[in-house]
């Protein structure tokens, strides 16, 4: 019997999605509409595709297998799980009134808070190489069961850290990081030499060197 990662993992295939973001948008969508509900866009996708594609909406070009997935996807899922899957966020001020002309200037933000939360995107760029193709045809690159896992442990922590504040998951993430990163440099950087350890003795060959002086 397949499971919803095994969903996962035939749906990225079907699309050709590898990379860690897309992947995780299809394991939040599989867990969301279920595997029947995920496999039933699939096939809407498939049968899009087959009539001509969809194309993006200001009518430049036809989206890719997987952004019409995607599209398809924004119709069907509820509106909080849409912002979890896909980081929507509303527009500031689509609400709010047109400021009026005898308003007074707002304040300035003061740079604290402008800068408190910036994001740093990391690029990882991995040198291209042939597809991989099972029997049926389907793309199956090499790094595809490395990025599901990713996505799959990526959706995990998403939906364990939701109940904090937004501040706490930031600050949360802070120290994790602060702990892996001294992780890594205290596995690369050997240990400082002990002062109660004996000096260490010169290479045989030195040894000898000195010996015939």
Request: proline share 11%; net charge positive.
């Amino acid at each position: 019997m397949a499971t919803a990662e095994d969903t996962v993992s035939q749906i990225a295939k079907t699309l050709g999605e590898v990379e860690e973001i897309p992947l995780f948008q299809i394991t939040g969508i599989v867990r969301v509409l279920g595997e029947d509900g995920a496999q039933a866009l699939l096939k809407e996708t498939l049968d899009i595709e087959k009539g001509g594609g969809m194309l993006l909406a200001d009518g430049t070009r036809r989206r890719s297998p997987g952004g019409v997935f995607f599209q398809l996807a924004r119709r069907k899922l509820p509106a909080d799980e849409k912002k979890v899957i896909f980081r929507e966020k509303k527009a500031e001020g689509a609400d709010a009134p047109p400021p009026s002309s005898s308003a007074p200037p707002a304040a300035a933000p003061a740079a604290g808070d402008a800068s408190r939360f910036t994001r740093r995107r990391v690029v990882e760029v991995v040198a291209a190489r042939p597809a991989a193709r099972g029997k049926s045809g389907a793309f199956s690159p090499p790094e595809l069961p490395s990025a599901l896992a990713r996505a799959r442990i990526r959706q995990q922590v998403t939906q364990a850290v939701a109940p904090l504040p937004i501040e706490e998951q930031y600050h949360l993430f802070l120290d994790l990081l602060a702990d892996i990163h001294d992780r890594v440099v205290g596995a690369q950087s050997p240990p400082p030499p002990s002062e109660d350890a004996p000096p260490s003795r010169p290479p045989a060959r030195a040894r000898t060197t000195a010996r015939r002086k």
